[in-house]
């Protein structure tokens, strides 16, 4: 407490808090019938029973929540509506003090309408103080791309040329699939974001500083992907085709079938996107006591990937009443990717004198697939969906084999073919168990516990001309939560605890039998106040502990060869790194525009960092250090809305202050800098069947230890024709359209100074085509069609 003087405050404040009194204030939720989301701009009006008189009239927020004030005593009802949909009544209640009416549940209209067409959109961007939420429906790019195209387009987000994903500098982040861990995106999350296609996801919520129920993993905080669930009834289907540049092309097909009680999907993809990067890498190596040049390395080359991904996703969910439904889901990924490489490398000495000249041609036969299954129940108690009981058991298990052989060819000094072999085999399992039990204790709190256990089994194996190498990795984790939340006027506090033992094995078998066992118990608290201004202004301020915990690959000392002058290298004694993050947002709202700044506040103990260290004369080893402590602060501003009705955009721009401490590894006590970032998405309607997208991001130069990395902008479009009563669309849609995505690292420290370049050899270019059909697109244009979550009206 002494350490962090403003968890003192925080915590005297939140407590004065549940001392206050409050009378006459009335407060609810709605959402949508078909998926449980909240609904934003819902119209509330507050009616006497006596003569049915409006007293008062709202409409909800982003959580689709809404509030009434200072209202005299006396016995009112609410109605609910909001276009497209059923109205729906509360019984008259009697007003002797605060009261909360519950969750509102509004059902689209089933009828139609004779020449008459009611149009209601889907906001791209839902932006609010705790998450935002990207739909993807109305993205161009969704037709034709990954999920990892369409994280680029969300504020905060960046993708690399590699599908690494940062969130506010970091690359440590938390991935769900619909609110649970995933065994596909915890190893190699960038490769498997480029698998998951971006048609088959409703929608990506980004939790920037998540509150204690959910997993403290990751810096950046979470990235939640929700999967399509069609809930409409009969059958309905989608199928999608796209054909690309530099021989690209996907395909698959969507299946859904929904009754009254019973929904089932099934969902098949197939992937080949392959592309060709351009790389440059030079190195010069110095004597640290005086400076001279001992050796320059050069290299320049070209690689090409041609990966084959089938991804299958299937499901069931069975209702058995109003209280009680199970889910059954399942899912199976496999991919063969062929990897192809050459470059020409030259070494030459202090007085520029060649030592060395060769080329290098590598091959890469990768072949790994992943399956997973899960089921779930959940129960209500008497109807009422905040007090529900949710058990949930998940099994998943993947293999991975990769054979790489690499040719040397000499030209100089010696005309020699030498060849080196790696092959690496990794394989593993993980069990997650889940329980979450939600209660209300009154009309003005709720209260929140469950269970999560974890347990993940790595087996990794490797050889190559030095010998075999094995290395198992266990990681059990048992955590407890409890939430607590309540309505005092007009704020709303929730606090939240987090215990977890966590017990690791890192166990080196061959070539020596090396158990080093970390064993700990752990406490991440988390506060969360929100203050209503009004029904369009709210503050927000939030704080959470978190920790990022070293992988399999970042324990296991063993160098793993990208190529004979690159390798990676775990650190077995790395200790997990400790956040305490901190936000502070306020938000105003109108049905035209929202705008969202706020600043943030992270301070990092045991910080993990890249470190690259130099091996002979051309060999660089790049491995994992704790660094003493780093911090950083940024300032965040989101703007989002429409300004005419045919042009829709979410501008975001931000500013970081990064500062880290690495005496530890011997370098300046102190570096720091400010980058920032600028991310431009717009929707052009330019007429009600063709839509144009544009999307621009910038990202400035980042701090490292060792050095920075170099700037980073590009420009994506796509254009998206409607035929045949919008049941058909042709897209045309082009990733970096001027091909001004490079990433450039530079590393000057005494001993080496680095400068690398990667980037690819052409834009992406893709030629799409979708068709939906089924019972829920029957080619009547007089249906009305609506979507659930962040409805704008026009």
């Given at each position: ?181 995933s065994a ?123 990966p ?21 889901s ?25 030592i ?12 790994e697939?992943?399956?997973?299954g ?62 979450e ?47 607590y ?31 080093i ?31 990022n ?6 324990l ?6 990208i190529d ?10 790395l ?21 969202t700044?706020?600043?943030?506040y ?17 060999v ?7 660094l ?72 400035s130069?980042?701090?490292t ?21 919008d ?5 045309i ?22 400068v ?39």
């Amino acid at each position: 407490m002494v350490k962090y003087p403003i968890l003192g405050i925080i915590f005297l404040f939140c407590f004065s808090l549940l001392n206050a009194q409050s009378k006459y204030i009335i407060t609810g939720q709605i959402v949508d019938a078909d998926n449980n989301e909240p609904m934003l701009y819902a119209n509330i009006a507050l009616s006497r029973d006596t003569d049915s008189t409006l007293v008062a009239g709202t409409v909800t927020n982003a959580d689709g929540n809404f509030k009434f004030e200072n209202i005299a005593g006396g016995k009112y009802f609410i109605k609910a509506s909001f276009i497209g949909y059923e109205k729906k009544e509360t019984p008259v209640f009697e007003l002797i003090g605060n009261i909360y009416v519950g969750k509102l549940v509004l059902k689209k209209l089933s009828i139609l309408i004779d020449e008459v067409t009611v149009s209601g959109e889907k906001s791209t961007l839902v932006s609010g103080l705790e998450k935002k939420i990207y739909n993807v429906g109305k993205d161009i790019i969704s037709e034709s791309g990954s999920v990892s195209d369409i994280l680029q387009n969300i504020p905060s987000v960046s993708v690399d040329v590699n599908g690494n994903v940062t969130i506010r500098g970091t690359t440590k982040i938390t991935y769900l699939i619909n609110g649970r861990s995933s065994a596909r995106l915890r190893r190699n999350p960038a490769t498997a974001l480029k698998t998951i296609p971006a048609y088959t996801i409703e929608r990506i919520e980004v939790i920037t500083n998540p509150s204690a129920k959910y997993n403290p993993e990751g810096t950046g905080g979470i990235v939640n992907i929700i999967a399509r669930k069609d809930t409409e009834t009969g059958k309905n289907g989608q199928i999608i085709g796209n054909i690309g540049n530099e021989s690209k092309y996907n395909t698959g097909i969507n299946l859904s079938y929904g009754q009254s009680n019973l929904n089932t999907f099934l969902s098949y993809s197939l992937r080949h996107p392959s592309g060709t990067n351009i790389f440059f890498d030079e190195r010069i190596k110095k004597d640290i006591s005086n400076g001279q040049v001992l050796t320059k390395y050069n290299e320049n080359g070209k690689s090409l990937t041609k990966p084959l991904a089938h991804v299958l996703d299937a499901g069931l969910v069975y209702q058995f009443n109003d209280d009680n439904l199970i889910e059954f889901s399942g899912n199976y990924f496999s991919q063969n990717s062929f990897h192809k490489g050459s470059s020409l490398i030259n070494l030459i000495n202090g007085q520029n004198q060649l030592i060395e000249s060769y080329r290098s041609e590598n091959t890469n036969d990768e072949y790994e697939k992943e399956g997973e299954g899960g089921i779930s129940f959940e129960h209500l108690f008497n109807g009422n969906e905040d007090h529900s009981l949710v058990l949930e058991a998940a099994v998943a298990g993947y293999d991975e084999k990769e054979d790489l052989i690499f040719n040397e060819i000499s030209s100089f000094p010696n005309n020699e073919l030498a060849v080196k072999n790696l092959f690496v085999n990794k394989r593993g399992s993980q069990i997650e168990l889940v329980s979450e039990y939600a209660m209300p204790i009154n009309d003005e709190s709720d209260f929140e516990a469950g269970y999560t256990g974890e347990f993940i089994h790595d087996n990794i194996f490797y050889i190559n001309e030095s010998g075999p190498n094995r290395f198992l990795f266990d990681q059990n984790i048992h955590a407890l939560y409890g939430l607590y939340s309540r309505d005092i006027n007009n704020f709303n506090l929730e606090l939240g605890l987090r215990g977890e033992f966590v017990g690791i094995k890192s166990h080196l078998t061959v070539p020596n039998d090396v158990l080093i066992p970390n064993d700990y118990f752990k406490l991440y608290p988390s506060v969360g106040i929100t203050y209503e201004i009004d029904k369009y202004h709210n503050l927000r301020f939030s704080y959470g502990k978190r920790v990022n915990r070293p992988e399999a690959d970042q324990l296991n000392p063993f160098p793993e060869f990208i190529d004979p002058r690159n390798a990676e290298a775990g650190n077995p004694y790395l200790k997990p790194e400790q956040i305490h993050s901190f936000e502070f947002s306020y938000q105003n709202i109108s049905e035209s525009i929202t705008i969202t700044p706020g600043i943030f506040y992270r301070h990092k103990y045991d910080a993990f960092t890249s470190v690259s260290n130099s091996i002979g004369d051309s060999v660089i080893i790049l491995t994992t250090e704790n660094l003493a402590k780093q911090q950083s602060a940024g300032i965040e501003t989101l703007v989002s809305g429409n300004l005419f009705k045919w042009w829709d955009y979410n501008l975001s721009a931000s500013l970081f202050y990064n500062e880290i401490d690495a005496s530890n590894l011997g370098y300046s006590n102190r570096k720091s800098n400010i980058s920032g970032t600028v991310e431009l998405y717009s929707l052009f309607k330019i007429s009600k069947k063709t839509l144009f997208q544009l999307n621009f991001s910038y990202n400035s130069p980042v701090l490292t230890p060792q050095g920075q990395k170099e700037e980073i902008f590009f420009l994506n479009a796509g254009i998206k024709r409607l035929l045949y009563y919008d049941q058909i669309s042709l897209t045309i849609s082009v990733t970096d359209l001027f091909g001004s995505y490079k990433e450039n690292l530079k590393i000057n420290i005494p001993e080496l100074n680095q400068v690398t370049s990667l980037y690819r050899k052409q834009p992406i270019i893709y030629l799409g085509f979708s068709w939906r059909f089924g019972d829920s697109y029957q080619g009547d244009e007089k249906k009305l069609e609506f979507e659930g979550e962040g409805l704008r009206k026009y």
